[in-house]
């Protein structure tokens, strides 16, 4: 039997929007999914972001998504813009009826979340934030044994997500370093993925308690914002641009209802690591560690089998 068509509209078409796409056109041959996914129309900003609609798969193209979220053929929104975008485009969807998909981080400020969380509980509309490293299969092997109890009573979550592609202080203001696009530097960008690591293995955090640095406080203005690495080939300017988002982030939390301490750090300074993203779990019956710069692989201890 046809599968029922689930329309879709993308916004934001560079970096994680060139993966979503390719989640989106691949996703029905490897999962079995209810549905059938139409890449409808692709929302960008700038000619760049359109050059590989069609190769890409995407049917139509748009610069406006306050008229894409509310045609009628389009059931689901996909946010992959810069993270200032992510509650008004959100907001929109949702008042529009449709469901969201949003990138992380989810928003620039508390209250902008709960904002976002408000519109889609007030439309009854599916939602879910862009976690994808809880998808590694070690990841969901990990989940499955401690929800198991394999690891038994936890005592210790220490996790780092360390990156080096900021060391350079030549390297260009892209918007991942303006507060008013980003909201904030590392701890958003990459210590949102190993909370949820965190939240999503073991258990939610309560308390916490860190601390914030900015080592580059000035950098050359380019003429393009976009990408992770800023646009190849932009050109740079003599003139300077402010940091005011933090490079890196450190803390310590607890974690709600159980006995356990946590670390994190989330580093965009830490030369030779370009996507260190790990986590150590130790609990009484044994203890889990992975790293995503090896991710089919995970180690385990196990207290009862100490020899293996
Ligand atoms: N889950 C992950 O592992 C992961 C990895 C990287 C990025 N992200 C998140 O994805 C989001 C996008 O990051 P990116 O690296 O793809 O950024 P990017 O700079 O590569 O792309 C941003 C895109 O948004 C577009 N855009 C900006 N303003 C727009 C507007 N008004 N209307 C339509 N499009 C607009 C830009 O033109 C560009 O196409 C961020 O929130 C980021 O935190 C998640």
């Given at each position: ?121 007030k439309a009854g509309v599916k939602h879910m934030c862009g976690f994808s490293y809880r998808y590694a ?12 109890g394999e690891l038994g009573a936890i005592f210790h979550v220490r996790a780092t997500y360390q990156q ?97 301490l946590a670390t994190f750090e989330a580093t965009r300074f830490a030369p030779g690591r370009r996507n ?33």
């Open positions: 039997m046809a599968k029922k068509k689930l329309n879709v509209a993308m916004v934001g078409a560079q970096f994680m929007g060139k993966t979503h796409s390719n989640a989106w056109r691949k996703v029905g041959m490897f999962f079995d999914i209810p549905v059938e996914p139409v890449m409808k129309v692709l929302c960008g900003k700038t000619p760049d972001d359109f050059a590989n609609a069609q190769r890409w798969g995407w049917e139509e193209i748009s610069e406006d998504y306050k008229e894409v979220v509310h045609r009628p053929d389009v059931d689901v929104v996909d946010i992959c813009t810069p993270n200032f975008l992510h509650a008004p485009v959100a907001i929109e969807a949702a008042k529009a009826g449709k469901h969201i998909i949003c990138e992380k981080p989810l928003a620039n400020t508390l209250s902008e979340a709960k904002a976002m969380l408000g519109a889609v509980q299969p070690a990841v969901q092997t990990i989940k499955n044994m401690m929800a198991k080096d592609w900021i060391a350079d202080p030549n390297f260009p203001m892209v918007w991942r370093l303006k507060k008013k696009h980003t909201g904030s530097g590392a701890l958003g960008d990459i210590g949102a993925h190993i909370v949820d690591l965190c939240q999503f293995l073991v258990g939610e955090v309560e308390e916490v308690s860190g601390t914030l640095q900015t080592f580059i406080k000035k950098r050359p203005i380019a003429d393009s914002d976009t990408g992770i690495s800023g646009k190849k080939g932009a050109k740079r300017s003599k003139k300077m641009g402010i940091v005011d988002v933090d490079d890196a982030a450190i803390f310590v939390a607890r974690l709600k209802g159980a006995n356990t260190y993203n790990r986590i150590e779990i130790y609990g009484s019956k044994g203890s889990v560690i992975w790293n995503q710069e090896e991710m089919n692989v995970f180690q385990y201890y196990n207290c009862a089998d100490p020899e293996t």
